[in-house]
T-cell receptor, first 116, second 116 residues
Framework: KNQVEQSPQSLIILEGKNCTLQCNYTVSPFSNLRWYKQDTGRGPVSLTIMTFSENTKSNGRYTATLDADTKQSSLHITASQLSDSASYICVVTRSNSGGSNYKLTFGKGTLLTVNP | DTEVTQTPKHLVMGMTNKKSLKCEQHMGHRAMYWYKQKAKKPPELMFVYSYEKLSINESVPSRFSPECPNSSLLNLHLHALQPEDSALYLC???????????????FGNGTRLTVT
């Protein structure tokens, strides 16, 4: 079954601290893995997209890693800010046998709260 | 601000009403999507339009009727909804064609729908 599991479900950290969010997946065949940030009441915003051949990608203070062999990804946030408080969603794209269509499997997200 | 614009931001409707949600993008994207998101859950795919034609319907009840008048606009017509249809409805768009599989979904900020 194609699944995306994220941990922890929620996390509270102090402003300025670093944190790491985890994503494990069983989606196959794999096309790419995405991390999205979703502020409360707003749409998700893309942070990174990694294909099979990429094992790390950065976007400012956000760094995502991918181990396609173990089917694991992490999102590391450096020097957290209050504005980082949001839900972080891991999304894995599966490529259908036809190759031209694909389907996204969403994780349930990690709710991050950054306190002053 | 997002490049995908959704209106209205909030909508309250009775079970006998007919209403429409609207979505607009001017990024030249030829794939457009409707997602439904319940509180503290990941987005669930409803419909996908590719080149203005409906390509995916995720077994959505007929009380939801999508329409894509042109490459920039996407509508969702609502009729005889149930209270359990209350949710955040997100529109998204993306590129199609060569390499598009690894391009991000651009989400709007959604319409918060309440069915009374």
């Amino acid at each position: 079954k194609n699944q995306v599991e994220q941990s922890p479900q929620s996390l509270i950290i102090l402003e300025g601290k670093n944190c790491t969010l985890q994503c494990n997946y069983t989606v196959s065949p794999f096309s790419n893995l995405r991390w999205y940030k979703q502020d409360t009441g707003r749409g998700p915003v893309s942070l990174t997209i990694m294909t099979f051949s990429e094992n790390t990608k950065s976007n400012g203070r956000y760094t995502a890693t991918l181990d396609a062999d173990t089917k694991q990804s992490s999102l590391h946030i450096t020097a957290s800010q209050l504005s980082d408080s949001a839900s972080y969603i891991c999304v894995v794209t599966r490529s259908n046998s036809g190759g031209s269509n694909y389907k996204l499997t969403f994780g349930k997200g990690t709710l991050l709260t950054v306190n002053p | 601000d997002t490049e995908v614009t959704q209106t209205p931001k909030h909508l309250v409707m009775g079970m006998t009403n007919k209403k429409s949600l609207k979505c607009e993008q001017h990024m030249g994207h030829r794939a457009m999507y409707w997602y439904k998101q319940k509180a503290k859950k990941p987005p669930e795919l409803m419909f996908v339009y590719s080149y203005e034609k409906l390509s995916i319907n995720e077994s959505v009840p007929s009380r939801f009727s999508p329409e894509c008048p042109n490459s920039s606009l996407l509508n969702l017509h609502l009729h005889a909804l149930q209270p359990e249809d209350s949710a955040l409805y997100l529109c998204a768009s993306s590129r199609l064609g060569q390499g598009a599989r690894n391009s991000p979904l651009h989400f709007g900020n959604g319409t918060r729908l309440t069915v009374t």
